[in-house]
């Protein structure tokens, strides 16, 4: 059994997995097969009303050199999270994580995570006109701190793996020059270290570029910023 929990509770330890196992809301992501088993996303609301999402699996796995004979992907999310947040890159905090094997789906796991409250995915922020509204500038740097965080990750080798337009979410606070502007990234199931910083970029900046709907004008904005971060160009952006 694996268990990280980051968040007080009254549940003994040892019943910490059965508790959360069985707290249940609505459905955001329903259980889809894939994997070897099922995966889903349900939103729920803990004891002292903080929203939280639970990711649910059951026989849901990845195999690696390291683990061979399968290990849950919420594992792996659960390493990506903490190595993005000792990089200083903004992500959902994570409330309890586990994993237990049981005998009739093989694997049971949970990854839980405090909602990122005031975000939004980038994509919806535009639609609203988020960028009307707080104007040309507030945008620029919107674009700096996505790149920056970026480059966070791929610096310290870590790549997304699954880098999509939704998976972006941002918060403005305030107006004007005094705005305060903040990126996170969710969504790290296929996160993983890769050899080089290079590795990491190539593969997340290339699949950004794909999903995603930047302008042309905005996507060679976007990368000015991330090459100026990194350190170096990336052939290929």
Known sequence: MAVQCAAETDVAPQDRFDYFWN??????????????????????VSSNGQLLYVKRQTGHIYRSLLHPFGRPTVLRERDAL?????????VPEIVFCGAQRDPVHKWRALLITKSLDGFEEIEHWYAGGGREHHGEAVHD????????????????????????FKHVFVR????????????????????????TSRQAAIHDMKQLRRHSSFSTTDWQKLVYFYKTAFGSAIKGL
């Open 172 to 195: 403005i606070t305030g107006e004007g020059e005094a705005a305060k502007v903040e990126v996170a990234l969710i969504d790290l199931e296929k996160g993983r270290q890769r050899w």
């Open 82 to 90: 903490i190595g993005l947040k000792l990089l200083d890159v903004l």
């Open 23 to 44: 707290q249940r809301g609505e459905w955001v992501e329903e259980p889809n097969v894939r994997r070897g088993g099922e995966s889903g996303v349900q939103r729920v």
């Open 141 to 164: 740097r919107v674009l700096k701190e996505l790149a920056e965080s970026l480059a966070r990750m791929h610096k310290g080798c870590w790549q997304h793996g699954c880098l999509y």
